[in-house]
């Protein structure tokens, strides 16, 4: 199973990860496979590019982050301080920090540059599935199973925002260049959101089965989304300018 796919900011590589414990990195013009990567101990579950397109991060089963050059694919940190699987990996949009969290409810900040762990942040009740960083990199958002959204700021320990109404775990979160967060849920539906004062701005259904993945369009305009029901749904969302 490919659990999750990721394009580098330039569009000229793809990178996916799968089960069985492998990464790869993709020509996107001509498909061919650029570097087949190995390291991970279990299935790999979450992958994402930097900012910058110069590195790779990924999360497995085995417990462990890892980031990775991408000209070279070479690994150049082994993160370890998570006790169960690592459901979802995130960069910062300045490219300094790296975002973790998964099953043992931990999330968790980390150095790029040097690896060290900054922070760790605790509050969900249940296993955490998904993570992002809002484009300025005030907040980040993470999703869990135990249906919440939480909105974090990387310098405080405890929450901004615990956003409530999900039926169902979080299986995907998304901000907008204009502020909004959206996720997406096994409830079948999507909720827009104003992090900053947890007010519901949109509620989006149409999916006939649980949601798999969503993101804006860079513009913040189109709100796309993926579902287990093999639908891709494309949206217009009214721009809501909230920074």
Not at 29 to 37: F, T
Not at 50 to 75: E, K, M, N
Not at 177 to 205: C, E, H, Q, Y
């Amino acid at each position: 199973q490919v659990n999750c796919c990721a394009i580098s900011p330039d569009f000229q590589f793809v990178l996916t990860c799968s089960d069985d414990s492998r990464i790869h990195v993709w020509e996107a013009k001509s498909g061919a496979l650029r570097h087949k990567v190995t390291g991970h101990t279990g299935p790999v579950k979450s992958c994402c590019f930097s900012p910058d397109g110069s590195l790779f991060a990924s999360s497995s089963h085995d417990c462990t982050v890892r980031i990775w050059r991408v000209d070279t694919a070479d690994c150049l940190h082994v993160l370890t301080g998570h006790s169960k699987s690592v459901e979802t990996v995130s960069f910062s949009p300045d490219n300094t920090s790296v975002l973790s969290a998964g099953w043992d409810r931990l999330i968790i900040l980390w150095e790029v540059q040097s690896g060290q762990r900054l922070k760790t942040f605790m509050g969900h009740q249940d296993a955490i599935q998904c993570s992002a960083f809002s484009t300025d990199g005030s907040y980040f958002a993470t999703g869990s199973w135990d249906y919440s959204v939480t909105v974090w700021s990387p310098g405080n320990d405890t929450p901004e925002k615990v956003l409530n109404g999900h039926q169902g775990n979080v299986s995907c979160v998304s901000f907008s260049v204009s502020g909004m967060l959206a996720s997406g849920s096994w409830d079948k539906t999507i909720r827009v959101w104003n992090p900053r004062t947890g007010a519901l701005i949109f509620l989006l259904k149409g999916h006939m089965d649980w949601l798999r993945t969503l993101t804006f369009s860079r513009d913040g305009i189109l709100l796309v989304s993926t579902g287990h029901d093999k639908l891709v749904r494309f949206g217009g969302c009214a721009w809501v300018k909230l920074y």
